[in-house]
């Protein structure tokens, strides 16, 4: 998330009632998950194991629970509980801003449009031309719409990413300040959910179609050209390419990445990346070819052990 306000270094660490090592002056122009990261964004890291990579990344500022060298160009904030505090500027840049009508005073609607009975669309909207939105969508703020989209009835786009930090006795909230975006010629079914992302964007490519009952979690990309049937679930952070087709009850795990032209069939277990071009099937999920030899395979040692059993009398 980029701020409309960016803030200096001193006066963030202020604001957390932090200590901070760098150039207090220099500006905060953005908050963002460690892989969501750029020049200028403020990040977060609490665990020795990630230390490294928050302190190499592209973000400038990061708030760590660890009095380290600041590095050449950048800023730290040391705080006791850095998520803590990453949640508590999310909620300063990004506050929660209720609107209670169906359709919000902000939203823009585009020419040709049509909206069901029912529908609620949140603060910021921006929905493009010629689209058609059935009954009890649900569209939460800063989501953004292409032309020519179609979304089916009960379908909701931009709940809070399901990301939680586990405490002693309850878990704490990572509050989402990402969108949702859906480009142009996109067909959502019926009982869909879309998750926002956590500061970044949750994407659907031109002309892709999803059926009902799909799930897609915080920070996906899915690019054109796709089709996923029903009951797909897709883990967050998870990048898919062009023109992939995933069958019914696919599941595919975060933060992987499936390349263009890629075919998942049905009831799948997805949990590592996928090479572009090929047709995968089980699970875990392998080329579909390579897991249906060790299928006959198996089968084929069944027989074996069967017959041997029988010849040799056993029960």
Wanted: aromatic letters at 8%.
């Amino acid at each position: 998330m980029k701020l409309k306000n960016p803030i200096s270094l001193k006066d963030c660490a202020a604001l957390l009632h932090a200590t901070y090592s760098g150039n207090g002056d220099a500006l905060i122009t953005g908050i963002n998950e460690i892989h969501k990261v750029t020049s200028g964004d403020i990040t977060f890291v609490d665990f020795h194991k990630y230390y490294d990579k928050a302190l190499n990344s592209a973000a400038t500022f990061v708030i760590i629970n660890k009095e380290v060298a600041c590095p050449d160009g950048k800023g730290l904030i040391f705080s006791d509980d850095p998520f803590r505090d990453y949640v508590k500027l999310v909620k300063h840049f990004a506050p929660f801003t209720p609107s209670l009508k169906n359709i919000a005073d902000n939203a823009v609607i585009g020419e040709g449009t049509i909206v069901f009975p029912g529908v609620y669309i949140g603060n910021n909207v921006i929905i493009g031309k010629n689209c058609i939105l059935h009954p009890n969508v649900v569209i939460y703020d800063n989501a953004i719409i292409g032309n020519d989209v179609i979304v089916h009835a009960n379908t909701v786009l931009g709940a809070d990413a399901f990301y939680f930090k586990r405490r002693e006795k309850h878990f704490d909230k990572m509050e989402s300040c990402g969108r949702v975006i859906i480009h142009d010629g996109v067909e959502i079914g019926a009982c869909c959910t879309i998750d926002k992302g956590v500061s970044g964007d949750t994407i659907i490519g031109e002309q892709t179609k999803l059926d009902n009952h799909i799930h897609i979690g915080h920070g996906v990309e899915i690019g054109k050209m796709c089709l996923f049937a029903g009951q797909v679930g897709i883990g967050g952070k998870t990048i898919i390419g062009n023109n992939v087709i995933a069958w019914g009850q696919v599941g595919i795990s975060k933060t992987l990445h499936i390349g263009d032209n890629v075919v998942i069939l049905a009831q799948s277990g997805v949990g590592k990346d996928l090479e572009a071009g090929k047709t995968y099937f089980g699970s875990p999920a392998s080329e579909a070819r390579q897991k249906m030899k060790q299928m006959a395979a198996a089968n084929n040692m069944l027989e074996i052990w069967e017959t041997m059993r029988k010849k040799n009398g056993d029960n």
